[in-house]
């Protein structure tokens, strides 16, 4: 049964930071992406990171800001949001595939549940 469990969204004041976490359970995944989903916009590639090299990839609005990174042993993936402002207001999701990554954006095999983020 594979699941991807996010924690770590809510709301925080514009220049604040929160920290996303994806765990991944029965599935190793090649590829973990964060997305992003705004009221009436489209869902947007925020990051990726592949396990193996540990590459990543930022969508242009957030390079500099957010930091994705991975943890192999605990099987998880992680988003380090900081100087946060209204704009990054979202539902975030992460995402996994079993191919390697080389956009932020791109196809999934799982997908979380969601987790709120709100920067007011």
């Known amino acids: 049964h594979v699941q991807l469990v996010e924690s770590g969204g809510g709301s925080v004041q514009a220049g604040g930071s929160l920290t996303l976490s994806c765990a991944a359970s029965?599935?190793?995944?090649?590829?973990m992406r964060w997305f992003r989903q705004a009221p009436g916009k489209e869902r947007e590639g925020v990051a990726s990171?592949?396990?193996?090299?540990?590459?990543?990839y930022y969508t242009d609005s957030v390079k500099g800001r957010f930091t994705i990174s991975r943890d192999n042993a605990k099987n998880t993936a992680y988003l380090q949001m900081n100087s946060l402002k209204p704009e990054d207001t979202a539902m975030y999701y992460c995402?996994?595939?079993?191919?390697?990554?080389?956009?932020?954006?791109?196809?999934?095999?799982?997908w979380g549940q969601g987790t709120q983020v709100t920067v007011s």
């Open positions: 995402a996994a595939s079993r191919g390697y990554c080389i956009a932020p954006f791109g196809n999934a095999d799982y």
């Open positions: 990171i592949n396990r193996r090299d540990g590459t990543t």
């Open positions: 029965g599935y190793i995944y090649t590829c």
